[in-house]
C-alpha cells in the first residue's frame, strides 16, 4: 500500500456547502473515482497516472427572436378578442382573420391576451385553441364554477 501525505484540515474550503456546479463537479468526480480499480487509483495518488478534463460539445448559442413588423394591430385585435363573450365568438373571429392572424401574430396576441393564454402552440389550430380557451373559455369556466353548483346558497 502506498504511503499518503496527511491532508492539511486548515488548507481545506471553510463554506460548509459548495456552490451547485461545484456540487454537481464533485458528485460526478466520485463517481467516476469509484468506477476506477485499485490500481489507478493508487496511479492517480502516486502521480503516475493523471485525470484529464475534456470540454464537451459546444452548445448552441440561442439566437433573438426578431419581430418583424406584421401590419395587424395586436393591441386592437387582443381588445376585440376581450369583448367578446362566449368561445364560438371568439373561435369565429380568429377564423373570419386567418389569412393575416399567421402564426407569429397569433402568438404575440396570445401574449398581449395575458398569462391565461398559452401562447406556446406551433400551429394555427393550437394557438387559436389556446387563445379561445384563455379567454371566452375561461371566463364562462369561472362563472360556472362561481355560479353554479360551487354557489353558497
Do not use: C
Not at 31 to 60: F, N, T
Not at 83 to 100: C, F, G, I, K, N
Amino acid at each position: 500500500m502506498t504511503d499518503f501525505e496527511p491532508i492539511d484540515i486548515d488548507s481545506l474550503p471553510s463554506s460548509p456547502l459548495p456552490s451547485p456546479p461545484l456540487a454537481i463537479a464533485l458528485q460526478k468526480a466520485v463517481a467516476l473515482l469509484e468506477s476506477l480499480s485499485r490500481e489507478q487509483l493508487e496511479d492517480i495518488a502516486s502521480g503516475a497516472g493523471k485525470l484529464e478534463y475534456r470540454p464537451g460539445p459546444v452548445r448552441p448559442i440561442r439566437r433573438e427572436v426578431v419581430h418583424r413588423p406584421s401590419g395587424v394591430d395586436v393591441a386592437a385585435a387582443a381588445a376585440d378578442i376581450n369583448r367578446l363573450v362566449t368561445p364560438a365568438e371568439v373561435a369565429d373571429y380568429l377564423q373570419s382573420r386567418s389569412a393575416e392572424f399567421t402564426v407569429p401574430v397569433l402568438k404575440e396576441i396570445a401574449r398581449a391576451l395575458g398569462p391565461t393564454v398559452n401562447g406556446t402552440g406551433r400551429t394555427k389550430a393550437q394557438l387559436r385553441r389556446d387563445i379561445v380557451e384563455g379567454t371566452a373559455g375561461f371566463r364562462v369556466r369561472s362563472a360556472a364554477m362561481s355560479g353554479g353548483a360551487w354557489a353558497k346558497p
